[in-house]
């Protein structure tokens, strides 16, 4: 697709057998393939997932605490999810992996002939996902998680959020803030987030240092700060990091006009001439709350969407952020251009914002993804609680109990994100060819008993607390619950450093 989905490459020749891709359809896991008890079985008597043999993982070098990439690697699972084709849940598969990329999916008996020798993850009560994308936040702003709360959104932004940013915002606190969100997102199975915040290079090299894959957005925004002077100048600088990052395998980069209330028509245009020859998606927030609607009217005559349209923002590769009040021709002219909304229900919820008529636009085929939106508006950076939250109030929106069903949710939370950035074809979906980013969900706590779906538990049982593995490009980042990234030692102690003089400015 050009030059923004630089790490887009094609899936590497694998020997032909290997790519048989076995897709065994359940409807239900309570089916034929079930384990029976008695029977002897690999999966059986374990208390955790377990990897073997363990004494070659040592041989290889690997100690405690430092993520590594297994070249290959067999991720045996009682649920194997892949979210592509729709619908499908394939009982005792495996997920063959090799050099960081999904090289098969079949049966776990055909593996483990297929593959001798080869390092096994057993999971044996556990759904292989892919990993969630978080197809909008401001990751850094987990340093000011409970800063403020229960404030309509502008005055939050104008008389807390802005000032804290204004004083503190460095390089420092987005790298520190960014690894934060970081281990919160690895920890809750997200392995991919679309960011939008000042100093994105300090973002991206914190997520490239966790190993995690992002989207920076190059951010534009009229006013300045310590980051940028004004919009062209932003511009400049997020352009610039782009160029020095484009060969980064886990990144890739967004246009981000932060919203028509604080980017002009001038900038707009420009980002939208941008977009166009560099094949960027657009980023931007839009129709969040009721007076933004009002205010675009008052000061240019139209609503923000058809300002957008007219500025040539509308097509698939705007990610429109929240789109809550939209009118029934607004949804049309989404869904006609194949745009994308980065629904972000517990956001909405804090801030009043209002309600996202998510499944009329899932209906007129825009491109659901979902997000976390910053952790100061939320205050989780938990996907989980996002797909429960959006198929919950999606069906109270429409006044209908069929709307976004589990797996939609599911969908949205993978990948429409990665379609939303313009990566599906290296991610979101359990595909060979695509990179190995995956999560292990453990179903077997009392919550999640029984299972007669593992979709339906996914998104309205199981919480962040059921991941247990986390893998980007192969990579093992989350191990049994712990964090295997070496760049998130000594987290904790710069936590406190910026929470203390966060407070002092609050209490100024
Ligand atoms: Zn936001």
């Known amino acids: 697709m050009g030059e923004a989905r630089n790490f887009i490459t094609q899936p590497p020749d694998f020997p032909r057998k290997t790519l048989a891709f076995s897709l065994r359809f359940a409807l239900n896991c309570a089916g034929r393939n079930e384990s029976k008890p008695g029977r002897e079985n690999a999966h059986e008597n ?26 290959e690697t067999l991720l045996r699972a009682r649920w ?41 993850v057993d999971l044996p009560g556990h759904a292989l996902i892919p990993g969630l994308v978080n197809a909008h ?18 005055r939050w932004l104008q008389e807390h959020v802005w000032p804290a940013e204004q004083k503190h915002v460095s390089p420092d606190f987005v790298r520190d803030g960014t690894l934060l969100a970081c281990a919160e997102m690895l920890r809750g199975g997200v392995t991919c987030f679309n960011d939008m915040y000042f100093f994105p290079e300090a973002s991206l090299e914190a997520a490239t240092a966790v190993g995690m894959r992002s989207a920076q957005g190059i951010i534009a925004i009229e006013f300045p700060s310590a980051y940028a002077s004004d919009a062209a100048d932003y511009l400049a600088k997020g352009l610039a990091i782009r160029d020095r ?17 604080t980017v002009s028509d001038d900038s707009f245009r420009r980002i939208a001439a941008l977009a166009a020859e560099l094949d960027l998606p657009v980023h931007v927030h839009l129709h969040e709350t009721a007076d933004e609607v009002e205010r675009s009217v008052a000061e240019h005559g139209v609503r923000p969407l058809e300002r957008l349209r007219r500025l040539g923002l509308v097509g698939p590769g705007l990610i429109a952020v929240h789109a809550v009040h ?21 956001s909405n919820l804090k801030l009043a914002s209002g309600f996202s008529p998510v499944e009329a636009m899932r209906k007129a085929g825009v491109n659901i993804a979902l997000g976390t939106d910053g952790a100061a508006s939320n205050n989780r950076l938990d996907m989980f609680q996002e797909m429960r939250t959006a198929a919950l109030l ?28 313009g990566i599906d074809a290296a991610v979101g979906s359990i595909v060979p060819g695509k990179w190995a980013d995956l999560a292990a969900v453990d179903m077997r706590s009392p919550e999640l008993q029984p299972c007669y779906d593992p979709v339906s538990h996914l998104v309205y049982a199981a919480g962040r607390e059921n991941v247990t593995h986390v893998w980007v490009a192969g990579r093992l980042l989350l191990e049994e619950r712990e964090l295997r990234s070496e760049a998130l030692g000594a987290l904790h102690s710069r936590e406190l450093l910026w929470q203390n003089a966060l407070k002092s400015h609050a209490d100024d």
Do not use: Q
Request: charged letters at 20%; hydrophobic letters at 45%.
């Open 394 to 421: 999606a069906k109270a929106v429409a006044r209908d109990a069929e709307a976004l069903p589990a797996h939609a949710a599911l969908r949205a939370a993978t990948l429409g994100g990665a379609r939303a950035l």
């Open 326 to 346: 939209l009118e029934p021709a607004e949804i049309e002219l989404l869904g006609r251009h194949g745009a994308s909304v980065a629904h972000c229900p517990s």
């Open 80 to 120: 194997v999810v892949p979210v592509e084709p729709a619908g499908a849940v394939l009982h005792e598969h495996a997920v063959a992996v090799r050099d960081g990329r999904i090289e098969a999916v079949l049966p776990a008996a055909e593996a483990i002939a297929a593959y001798p020798g080869r390092e096994t």
């Open 46 to 71: 374990t208390g955790r997932a377990r990897r073997v043999p363990r004494a070659e993982a040592l041989r290889s070098g690997r100690s405690r605490g430092h993520a590594k990439i297994a070249a």
């Open 245 to 261: 990052w484009r060969d980064n395998p886990l990144s890739s980069f967004c246009l981000a006009p932060h919203a028509p209330y």
């Open 137 to 154: 936040t401001h990751a850094a702003m987990a340093l000011m998680r409970g800063l403020s709360d229960d404030l309509p959104l502008m």
